[in-house]
């Protein structure tokens, strides 16, 4: 919890999905999950919004080489005047610019939005896999073997809660960038991606955890898991076989809530001065460079800032759906 | 109780310890040079050297630790040398216990910067905390209540949207154009609350926004989901069969439920934010605890970093205790042990 | 009929609560009709999901507020219930008409003392102080059997135990001295002794208070002891109803059979096996075309033609205040009761 929603929402939504169906009569969980999540209109909208950035994420990078957007051309006759701002109407929206160009240099506002979103996608998809990974292993060792692995897996959750997380993200910067960086991955941009997914990743995975090792304690009370272990199942195999089908609910629940999170945060890294820095583009270094032309390129401020805003809001949006479908009791009748 | 809460403030200690610890590890391996922070364009080596020393960080990490850690219950002197303090004595600077070291950059001790920077953090906290518990537990009882409704689908659609923007994004979008382009609503700034209180709350009304926007969203829908939990509880059946009115039912039995689990969040959340609100003291320009940091970091003044860390972590673990006291107290079905 | 009419303390006519879904119409209750005199004791027995709980939650007017859809009539005391506004029945909850839930521990609220949940019931209806209601609420928790009811009213309901659970919900719907207290399975949670304890408790306080009592259970033990009528009821209406004594030793129809036969006696042999109704209970979104239970009766075949399949069957009078739901007739039904009788006994 310390790691406020409202400084920058690591935390994500609460999510009721540890009460995940368990079987329903005749059809299975799976086939309910889809078909109440097709019902949900505003569900399916974020998904369709979701696979359009996912396509994007994955095309902007090759139309890039292929030269069917250019994120880094310079175009110094599109700016002038004494800020170097964009000639023409709303930061210079022209038919070879949709959305206007940047200030000063005058590169292509859209090819970097389309740029930044492949860059921000990668780090949060990337992020959220760290943080599955260490809080679903974690997890499972502490709601497994219990006893002492559960105590000082618990302990190390409640000390990585008690720091500050957001000032810890930017503070680290500077320490673990240039060890990263003398461990051998080149240095700048490189180095600060890894480490900007490296932080991300394990400040989260605690939620990730506590979230696998409540589902563990209570499927380990279930019968298919002593049935297992009488037929000579090893302790390893049933942790893994048995019982992770279990979990993907609440996990892909809780990934999709806590990646928009990761996005943000992105953004609240190069706002605050540790995040990538330009030339490459990113949403959060878009936006950090258009705070200074706010008031008076709009455009410039706007649009990434809104791309930001869509991209959170369609994770959002699925993710809220997705555990509504999951969650059986959520379509109780209402108060008396 | 007397026992648990003496195991809890022990336990405190520990973690504060481990936390101070992991803090020096962390940052005395930088590989930036404080003592190349503490003299300006004309410096030479040996200057360096000699401030290096004076200074202490000429000495290995433990022992810097030890001394950080007696700075907190005896005083201390900048620089810590007894030729300086012979041959210029007023260059010294005094640090009273508890002290939490001297920010070379600044000029300033480190405790003094703190005293200055809280007021500010605490005053954006509060307030902030009290539009987002107003705004957000009422819309989200009121969202419970018609639930079905237009209403309801409009304020949980409205909560989303609010949770998705992020918060330095609202706060520059409040700055530069409701603010700044329109002029709409007075800037931020910080005015001391005994010097002029209108002033004081004129120039928090920004920030405060900021705050609690996605705050006041998350417990739109924390609040609205404990409110239909509850209200489908068969105590809430008891309470109408009982003849109780309809009001009382909602306000009585089912809030008194609803909302406890919130009190918890609520604590814990204000302890985050009293810990330092970063991102929106960064926009507004305001010098709380979250900028401090923020500037120490990138200015790399180790000892202002250590101390801001320490006393984040020190609100936030003082907070989960207290939070842990109060609900013990609010719920009798818990025991504390 | 005037002299039975000012007998009559509640009359329930052809009550129907459906509940719409995504998956259609639940008709929880479907037809419903009984009545209930002054310091009588009805059972009302079936198994889950047979419309017990609803009808009862029906009388008290607990589906307000929800998509239940509500119809056909029930008067109390010459009022009725089902259009009486909001405001109005609050003042009968409660206070003329009282409640207790099957499971004490979520029924009472975890956040308040017993004690003062019990005085809420009185003030509610009573323009009293909170110490003269809590002096109220000591003196119920005396009267259903806590000892040092004094200490216990400051108690939480977790503090208490399973049986002195059940007495304070007993205490709380007793402390206005209801005409009508209904119990929905009282004694379900609770293990054999407390269960005995308890239903003797409701008999002593039935003649102390002269309350009419509904008990709403799926024991048939339960009725025997305590109640004076029985309605039976299956997939949401009566299948048979009447005198205790009439419908446990002339049983008409095959379900109440079917009930009585799991009914563990003390004078079975040993060993013998007890009997099970086969099947689960129907679908009540879409109840079986013709007797509702027909798919789980064994007797079907005794009734010429397809009538059970095909037509459904109405309540018909058997003896004065016996009514039963079956296509059987009347001989085949002695017939079969007595073979019944020779083979159990």
Redesign the interface.
């Known amino acids: 919890m310390t790691l406020s929603a409202g400084e920058f929402a690591a935390e994500p939504l609460p999510t009721t999905a540890e009460e995940a169906p368990t079987s329903v009569a005749g059809r299975s969980p799976w086939q309910i999950a889809r078909a109440r999540l097709r019902a949900n209109r505003v569900a399916m909208v974020a998904f369709v919004a979701i696979v359009v950035f996912a396509v994007i994420a994955v095309v902007a990078p090759i139309l890039q080489a292929v030269g069917v957007i250019d994120a880094t051309t310079l175009h110094p006759d599109l700016v002038q005047g004494p800020g170097a701002m964009p000639t023409g109407a709303f930061g210079g929206i022209s038919l070879q610019h949709p959305l206007g160009v940047e200030p000063q240099t005058g590169r292509d506002l859209l090819s970097r939005i389309l740029l930044g979103i492949t860059l921000d996608t990668a780090i949060a998809v990337a992020a959220t896999i760290v943080s599955v990974g260490l809080g679903v292993v974690l997890g499972l060792v502490a709601g497994f073997y219990r006893g002492a692995a559960d105590w000082s897996i618990g302990r190390l959750i409640d000390l990585i809660l008690a720091f500050p997380q957001l000032l810890m993200l930017i503070a680290l910067s500077p320490v673990l960038v240039q060890r990263l960086t003398d461990a051998g991955i080149p240095s700048g941009n490189p180095s600060k991606v890894t480490y900007i997914i490296a932080v991300l990743g394990f400040f989260g995975w605690p939620y990730f955890a506590r979230i696998i090792r409540g589902q563990v304690l209570s499927l380990r009370e279930r019968e298919f898991v002593e049935a297992a272990e009488m037929l000579g199942a090893r302790r390893s195999r049933i942790n893994f076989k048995e019982l992770l089908p279990n979990l993907w609910a609440p996990i892909l629940v809780y990934s999709t809530l806590v990646l928009p999170t990761y996005i943000s945060a992105e953004a609240a890294m190069s706002f605050l001065g540790v995040g990538i820095v330009p030339p490459t583009p990113t949403l959060g270094n878009l936006l950090q460079d258009s705070v200074n032309y706010a008031t008076a390129d709009p455009t410039y401020f706007l649009a990434p800032g809104l791309t930001l805003f869509i991209v959170v809001l369609a994770f959002n949006q699925f993710g809220d759906g997705l555990r509504d479908a999951l969650d059986p009791r959520s379509d109780r009748a209402g108060g008396r | 109780m007397f026992q648990y809460i003496l195991k809890r403030l022990l336990s405190i200690v520990g ?1 504060l310890v ?2 101070s610890i992991s803090v020096f590890a ?2 005395f ?4 040079d404080p003592a190349r922070l503490t003299c300006g364009k004309n410096c030479t080596p040996a200057i360096i050297e000699a401030n290096r020393h004076a200074l202490g960080y000429d000495k290995p990490i433990v022992t810097q630790y030890l001394d950080f850690m007696k700075g907190l219950v005896s005083e201390r002197d900048f620089p810590d040398d007894p030729v300086i303090a012979k041959n210029s004595p007023q260059s010294i600077t005094h640090c009273p216990a508890p002290c939490l070291g001297y920010s070379v950059t600044q000029g300033q001790l480190v405790s003094k910067m703190i005293k200055d920077a809280f007021p500010i953090t605490a005053s954006i906290a509060v307030g ?1 905390f009290v539009l ?1 518990i107003v705004g957000g537990v009422g819309i989200g009882v009121l969202s ?2 018609k ?2 409704t237009l209403l309801e689908r409009g304020l949980v ?1 409205a909560s ?2 609010a ?7 609202i706060g ?2 409040l ?3 409701v603010s ?2 329109y002029g709409l609503a007075p800037a931020a700034g910080y005015t001391p609350f005994l010097d002029d209180p209108v002033a004081w709350a004129q120039g928090m009304i920004l920030p405060w926004i900021t ?5 006041a969203a ?1 417990y739109v ?2 609040t609205r ?1 404990n409110m ?1 939990e509850t ?16 009001w009382a039912v909602i306000a009585r ?2 809030m ?2 609803a909302l ?1 689990p919130i009190v918890t ?1 609520a604590g ?2 204000l ?3 009293l ?6 003291e ?1 926009v507004f320009n305001l010098n709380g605890i ?1 900028k401090t ?2 500037y120490a ?2 200015q ?1 003044d180790l000892p202002v ?1 250590v101390a ?2 320490l006393l ?2 020190f609100v ?2 003082l907070f ?1 205790f207290v939070v842990d006291l109060l609900y013990a107290f ?4 818990v025991t504390l042990r | 009929m005037t002299e039975q009419q000012a007998r009559t303390l509640l009359d329930v006519r052809d009550l129907r609560v459906h509940f719409p879904t995504a998956d259609g119409l639940v008709r929880s209750v479907d037809g419903l009709s009984f009545s209930l005199a002054p310091g009588r004791t009805l059972g009302i027995v079936g198994e889950s999901g047979s419309g017990k709980s609803v009808t009862s939650q029906a009388i008290l007017g607990l589906h307000r507020g929800t998509r239940a859809q509500v119809s056909g009539s029930i008067s109390f005391d010459g009022v009725d219930l089902l259009g009486l506004p909001t405001r109005e029945l609050r003042r009968l909850r409660g206070n003329e008409i009282a409640m207790i839930f099957q499971d004490p521990l979520s029924a009472l609220h975890p956040y308040y003392t017993v004690g003062r949940q019990i005085a809420e019931a009185y003030r509610v209806h009573h323009s009293v102080g909170k110490r003269q209601a809590l002096a109220r609420a000591e003196e119920m928790l005396d009267l259903v059997g806590i000892p040092n009811a004094g200490r216990r009213l400051h108690e939480y309901p977790h503090q208490f135990s399973g049986g002195m659970r059940q007495r304070a919900m007993i205490a709380m719907a007793l402390v206005n001295d209801p005409r009508l207290l209904i119990a929905d399975e009282p004694t379900t949670a609770l293990d054999v002794t407390v269960q005995a304890q308890i239903l003797e408790l409701m008999k002593k306080l039935q003649q102390e208070f002269g309350s009419a009592i509904i008990v709403i259970t799926h024991d048939l033990g339960v009725v025997a002891d305590i109640a004076d009528d029985v309605l039976v009821m299956y997939a949401g209406h009566a299948v048979e109803q009447g005198a205790v004594a009439d419908v446990f030793y002339r049983p008409q129809m095959p379900y109440t059979w079917g009930l009585l036969a799991s009914m563990p006696r003390v004078e079975n042999p040993r060993g013998q096996r007890l009997a099970t109704i086969a099947g689960s209970p129907p679908s009540l979104i879409a109840p079986p075309a013709g007797c509702r239970f027909h798919p789980r009766c064994a007797y079907r075949g005794l009734v010429e033609g397809d009538a059970c399949v095909t037509s459904a069957p109405q309540l018909a009078t058997t003896e004065p205040g016996h009514l039963v739901r079956c296509h059987l007739e009347a001989a085949e039904r002695a017939r079969v009761l007595g073979n019944m009788k020779d083979g159990v006994r």
């Open positions: 973690m481990l936390i962390l940052f391996a930088v590989p930036a902030a987002w419970a209540l639930r079905g659609s989303l949207v949770y998705s923007l992020p918060t330095f994004f520059l979008l700055l530069n154009i700044i382009k705050l609690a926007m996605v705050f998350l829908r924390l989901a239909l209200l489908s509880e068969d105590y809430i059946r008891t309470a109408r069969a009982k003849g109780v009115p309809e039995h089912a008194r439920a406890t969040i814990l959340d302890g985050g934010v810990a330092g609100a970063a991102i929106t960064t979250g940091g923020v970091i990138q790399l970093i801001v860390v984040s972590a936030i673990v989960n609010l719920d009798p079905r």
